[in-house]
């Protein structure tokens, strides 16, 4: 494990308040998505998860078609899908743009794909003021924090922190009821959306048949962003992809009821190219970025690359008992969680935090409530032998795998095994096996007390299983 994600899992272990801010937050989200994907409000659940899963699985294997697909129906609707390699390639394209038209300020709607190649602190490098919309990311960027969670991303913070952390940035009373803080951050927002040259947004689908980018939300704010300013660009991983507008039936299905246990959010738009003659609002340009970002280094895996199907709903973190007490920030980038432990290695390469798909205790309860029923456990076991076998070939930890060695060795020889637990539980005077606890020699070298740092060592039982099942 990372210095740095070491020491964020403790100081997030250690903060009483922000225990209970992350243990509340989640049980609610959980407790919501239960009602909502019980039989009695939708009794076809388990199916549409299967067919989610066969929709994605199909998209994924056929890519290709479906991208071009979709960037020829953008293009017939007067639109523009432009590919990006990474962050550096979606930056020099907006810049560029703003350049050419003259723009100077930029309103944004939530969106993971930006966050993860650092939009907004790029563009400002470059002196375009670049706005978050959303409430949860609004309050991020004041604070200059990441998200902490995919759907919701202050959740880490109280009414209390976002009081305080207007009065000091926003020069305005100091507020503590939700109402009066969204007030505060709707009259700033509201000049911005007015003034905006660009609004750049998410994606939530890209569907293929209609070069459709369909986008949920609760605020109207990712309306406002990308209907009054002049341009819009949509920002989206190419995994985004669905093949026909009637898929959504599926989807969106499972979306909010997953996220926030909502039957549909309040606003779902559908944006298919600028605004068209006799219409009364929309962008006069509309371009959709495509990102890889490490994506088709993923697609090129066919054993994980069911790790693209993510709709981002969020459900992993809320059910995940290692993110409930971590919380979103020990992980090391903008994806947490179960998705993040599989995403984050496979997207930025696995040497990143080799630690991370270890950050799991595989109880399995991600890919329970996945959507689309990413096997996640297995992924993350795909990942740790991925990380083993980096160790072995690069010679680290090989007393740790000497000892396994030796372990299975033992575990394959019962008469071995059987003698070598005698002895374990027989030594001792009490023959309780505290022997091992009370040899200060072994337990101080210095493999053994890394090894136990964080691990417990049990004493061994006084009367083995073998024993009691004989005596029977
Ligand atoms: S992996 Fe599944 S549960 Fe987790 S965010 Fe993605 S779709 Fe939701």
Redesign the pocket.
């Known amino acids: 494990m990372s210095a740095a994600f070491d020491e964020k899992v403790h100081s997030t272990l250690a903060d009483a308040n922000l225990q209970l801010a992350i243990y509340r937050a989640t049980g609610r989200l959980i407790d919501h998505r239960k009602n909502a994907v019980a039989a009695a409000a939708l009794p076809d659940y388990q199916e549409l998860r299967t067919a989610a899963n066969a929709l994605k699985r199909h998209t994924i294997d056929h890519l290709d078609h479906y991208l071009e697909q979709f960037e020829a129906n953008v293009a017939a609707h007067g639109g523009k899908v432009v590919f990006c390699q990474d962050a550096t390639e979606v930056a020099d394209f907006v810049l560029g743009l703003a350049k050419e038209r003259g723009a100077q300020l930029i309103v944004k709607s939530k969106s993971m794909t930006t966050e993860e190649i650092d939009l907004n602190e790029r563009l400002e490098h470059h002196k375009l003021e670049s706005v978050e919309t959303d409430l949860g990311e609004y309050i991020l960027q004041l604070a200059h924090q990441r998200p902490y969670h ?1 759907v919701a991303p202050a959740l880490h913070l109280t009414r209390y922190d976002v009081g305080d952390l207007f009065a000091r940035t926003l020069g305005v009373a100091n507020e503590t009821a939700p109402e009066k803080q969204t007030l505060i951050a709707r009259a700033v927002l509201r000049q911005k959306f007015l003034a905006a040259d660009i609004g750049i947004s998410g994606a939530n689908f890209l569907v293929a048949d209609s070069g459709a980018v369909l986008i949920v939300e609760n605020e109207g704010n990712a309306r406002l962003t990308t209907s009054a300013p002049k341009i819009h660009i949509a920002v989206a991983g190419i995994e985004k992809l669905i093949p026909r507008a009637q898929d959504l039936a599926v989807f969106l299905k499972l979306l909010g009821r ?1 996220a926030t246990g909502q039957a549909l959010t309040v606003y779902t738009s559908f944006l298919s190219g600028p605004r068209r003659a006799g219409e009364i609002d929309g962008p006069e340009e509309f371009y959709v970025v495509l990102l890889d970002n490490g994506r088709t280094r993923l697609l090129a895996d066919r054993e994980k690359r069911e790790s693209l199907y ?8 809320n059910h995940c008992p290692v993110y409930r007490k971590i919380g979103g920030h020990s992980f090391p980038w903008v994806y947490s969680g ?2 993040g432990a599989i995403i984050t290695p496979q997207f930025l390469g696995i040497e990143h935090e080799p630690s991370l798909p270890f950050a799991s205790s595989l109880c399995g309860a ?1 890919a329970e ?4 029923k ?1 096997d ?1 456990p297995k992924v993350l076991l795909d990942l740790r032998a991925e990380v083993k076998q980096n160790e072995e070939h690069k010679g680290v930890n090989r007393l740790e795998r000497l000892a396994f060695r030796i372990w299975a060795w033992v575990m394959c020889h019962p008469r071995i095994y059987e003698m070598a637990a005698m002895v374990a539980a027989g030594v001792a005077p009490a023959g309780n096996g505290k022997w091992l606890r009370s040899a200060p020699a072994l337990m101080n070298l210095p493999p053994v007390r890394a090894w136990l740092s964080q691990r417990d060592l049990p004493p061994a039982p006084a009367r083995s299983f073998r024993e009691l099942w004989r005596k029977r």
């Open positions: 995919i997953s993510c709709i981002r709903c969020g459900a992993c973190l179960p998705i991600c409530v996945c959507p689309v990413i996640i």
